[in-house]
């Protein structure tokens, strides 16, 4: 799976459209881009993932460069329960069983 | 809405002693999945579980670990001898299906702590 490079934190103000880069270079053409999140020692969550098409739903935008080389995750409206660690992860989802690869993420802390 | 539960939320054993962590899966997902995050540290993979079999393992999954599905509901982790090393947050995760676009579910977890 294609390594990704994220920064290692982040501030964003509560109301404020938060934007999350993701550099993913050596992303091959059947590897999807997906992103999670980690509310302190929770679960990770599920947010959002993409091919190559921009993706939105209920919790957050995914917009992914036409080479596909970099993402950002957009959390529109950044609430104080939108703090936690970002993680964004591509990986081949040609079957299931497929592991997912976690890097470090990013931490993203939302300020009233 | 559907979720991944487990049980317990923390457990304390001594070192040497076995452990089970309980997973119960979203009701019609079919692949299992466990990690597991040391304090600290990354979310790493364990192991995949696929019709009653390992599909994927990885390194830290040696033979002191196994995994089975006792029922059609449960999804468990046995640490059989447990070391100090293996305190840590351990997650459960399921997937619905073998489409190319899975999506894994993952669960609250079990904070274990080795003594």
């Known amino acids: 799976d294609a390594k990704t490079t994220q920064p290692p934190s982040m501030d964003c103000a509560e109301g404020r459209a938060a934007n999350l880069p993701c550099n993913h270079s050596t992303i091959s053409g059947n590897e999807y881009v997906y992103w999670y999140r980690q509310i302190h020692s929770q679960g990770p969550q599920y947010i959002i993932h993409?091919?190559?098409n921009n993706e939105t739903n209920e919790m957050a935008s995914l917009i992914i460069t036409e080479d596909r080389k970099s993402s950002t995750l957009i959390l529109p409206h950044a609430t104080l329960r939108d703090t936690a660690v970002y993680y964004c992860?591509?990986?081949?989802?040609?079957?299931?069983?497929?592991?997912?690869?976690f890097g470090g993420g990013t931490r993203v802390l939302v300020k009233p | 809405e559907p979720e991944v539960t487990q049980t317990p939320s923390h457990q304390v054993t001594q070192m040497g002693q076995e452990v089970i962590l309980r997973c119960v899966p979203i009701s019609n997902h079919l692949y299992f999945y466990w990690y597991r995050q040391i304090l600290g540290q990354k979310v790493e993979f364990l192991v995949s579980?696929?019709?009653?079999?390992?599909?994927?393992k990885s390194e830290i999954f040696d033979d002191q670990f196994s995994v089975e599905r006792p029922d059609g509901s449960n999804f468990t982790l046995k640490i059989r001898s447990t070391k100090l090393e293996d305190s840590a947050m351990y997650f459960c995760?399921?997937?619905?299906?073998?489409?190319?676009?899975?999506?894994?579910?993952f669960g609250p977890g079990t904070r274990l702590l080795v003594l």
């Open positions: 579980f696929y019709n009653n079999e390992i599909s994927e």
């Open positions: 993409g091919l190559k």
């Open positions: 995760a399921s997937s619905d299906s073998g489409q190319p676009q899975e999506t894994q579910y």
């Open positions: 992860i591509v990986r081949v989802a040609k079957a299931a069983g497929n592991k997912l690869t």
